[in-house]
């Protein structure tokens, strides 16, 4: 049976400037994603047939270029082991960039060192975790990530950057709390939800020192009328689409059978 | 059953059909005598929901989780002493520095709509504002929050940290509400967001390590558990001396309080 798709392609094509893939990240952030399955990539030019797709679901096959998030709390988790990498991976980049190396205030320096420590924490528990519930073969591989987009010499492109995982790591935890069906998964989602929060709030105050842009009436949302004082939660296959545009994420990710409720 | 009115605003109609029918399941998992919260209550799962059971298996506190109606007037406890503890700050005149001054008004404001939401979801159930004394008087304290910076600096930190832990610590007991959850998580990211700049504001990282309290002694309690390092189970001591070891793993994890812990601290500000 032919599965339903979205394509969501990349905007990274060499072609378009330096902030351009931000741009769009922002921009496909308020994207409303229709249909009952999605299909993510990359890199347009790497096709997959429908035939490799179902072939995947089935065998749930360890491959660099596709992976298949499963279904239940394991896809929740792998879509948190994915987000975690791609952080880690960020931050990583960042402290072997020139702007960390010529960062002068200690509290700065401070802050991008010690968000670099967490998420590859973040990551690597993940990692671990999932090993002792699941097959290798339905666990995330270890992915591949393009930073060619982001200037890692400039300090508003990376703070920038870092904003927006770090808001969309809150968002996506936030989404996918109810998706959770083990109370253990929804704590330990908790743990790491707020930890990410702490982390969006002092990128923010990086960028505009003092000011009300850690919790921002740009980054918050209203509930039912009380005013503007909530954090989104974004259901995964939106914040998927985001990562998908930002072209950091080289490896294609099937989100079929995530949970929606 | 003012929460069922809200709840009609919203355009899942899901929500409505089970209303009540999880009464029964619930009360294996709840205190006796609380019937009456449950039944007030609309949940947004069938009866027969995986949820539940796997709420009731995997933990062993499952018994002695309370009643959403409970956690809410119990995080509107908390929402009403951090609403009037900014909203006296605020009026203090020469209390908050001129600079700091956007920064609580913005607090003031998501804590008034915590505190509206809260009321909204609760209805009739909701309970009164208690009576507040940041002096701390009711727990043996003499505090001076209103006429010292420095100390209501500290009290902040010390509110918005203890309100992150203590979301966190109920979001088990909303497992089976996903409107209620939801909502639940989406304050708790805000008060870490205060948190974190508070903290900083008071030249502290904007996490917290290990135990790490430097806050009046009295409030230990608001940092006791979160020097944990096993997390499912794996124990993460001593597994990252290349990514700042185990203070940062403590760090990269925030931990609960339970509601016996929560309203322990709370007390010392409630007459």
């Known amino acids: 049976m032919k599965k339903p798709m979205i394509n969501v392609q990349s905007f990274h094509d060499g072609r378009e400037g330096k902030m351009n893939s931000r741009r769009q990240f922002l921009k496909i952030g308020g994207l409303a994603v229709v249909g009952s399955s999605l299909f993510l990539y990359s890199c347009e030019e790497d096709g997959i047939t429908d035939e490799e797709i179902n072939a995947l679901d089935a065998k749930g096959v360890d491959n660099k270029r596709v992976f298949n998030l499963g279904t239940g709390d394991l896809a929740i988790l792998n879509y948190a082991y994915i987000l975690e990498q791609l952080e880690a991976a960020f931050y990583t980049a960042v402290i072997n960039g020139s702007y960390y190396e010529g960062i002068t205030d200690a509290k700065e320096k401070q802050i991008l060192t010690d968000l670099w420590y967490h998420e590859v924490i973040h990551r690597d528990f993940l990692k671990t975790a999932l090993n002792s519930i699941a097959s290798p073969g339905r666990i995330a591989p270890d992915l591949e990530f393009n930073f060619s987009s982001v200037d890692f010499g400039s300090r508003d492109n990376v703070l920038t950057v870092s904003q927006i995982l770090e808001d969309t790591g809150v968002s996506a935890y936030n989404g996918a709390g109810k998706l959770l069906e083990s109370a253990d998964y929804l704590l330990l989602a908790g743990k790491i939800v707020s930890v990410e929060a702490r982390h969006a709030a002092a990128i923010r105050d990086l960028i505009r020192p003092g000011t009300t842009y850690f919790a921002g009436d740009d980054v918050l949302v209203d509930l039912l009328g009380t005013g503007i004082a909530y954090d989104k939660a974004v259901a995964p296959r939106d914040v998927l689409a985001a990562v998908a545009a930002t072209g950091f994420l080289e490896t294609k990710i099937i989100a079929n059978n995530l949970p929606t409720a | ?271």
């Open chain 2, 1 to 271: 059953m003012n929460i069922i009115k809200f709840l009609e605003n919203l355009s899942d109609n899901q929500l409505l059909e089970t209303k009540g029918s999880r009464r029964d399941s619930l009360n294996q998992i709840t205190n006796a005598g609380k019937n009456f919260a449950q039944a007030s209550i609309p949940f947004a799962l069938a009866a027969t929901s995986k949820k539940t059971s796997a709420a009731t298996m995997s933990m062993s506190s499952a018994m002695f989780q309370a009643s959403p109606t409970d956690v809410l007037n119990f995080a509107l406890t908390l929402e009403y002493l951090e609403r009037e503890f900014y909203q006296i700050g605020m009026d203090t005149a020469g209390l908050i520095d001129a600079d700091d001054r956007d920064v609580f008004g913005l607090i003031l404001r998501h804590e008034n709509s915590h505190v509206d939401l809260l009321l909204l979801a609760l209805g009739d159930d909701a309970i009164d504002k208690p009576t507040f004394d940041f002096t701390g008087a009711p727990g043996g304290l003499a505090l001076n929050p209103f006429g010292d910076y420095p100390t209501f600096l500290a009290l902040s930190q010390g509110f918005e940290d203890t309100g992150v832990r203590a979301y966190k610590g109920q979001a088990g007991a909303l497992i089976d509400n996903d409107v209620l959850l939801e909502y639940a998580l989406q304050i708790h990211s805000v008060e870490a967001r205060h948190a974190s700049q508070v903290r900083r504001m008071r030249d502290e990282k904007g996490w917290i390590t290990f135990e790490e309290n430097t806050l009046p002694a009295a409030f230990s309690g608001i940092y006791e558990g979160e020097d944990n390092t096993i997390q499912l189970g794996i124990n993460l001591a001593g597994k990252f001396p290349s990514f700042g070891g185990d203070a940062a793993v403590t760090e990269a994890f925030d931990e609960p309080l339970t509601m016996a812990e929560v309203n322990a601290i709370a007390g010392v500000f409630i007459v």
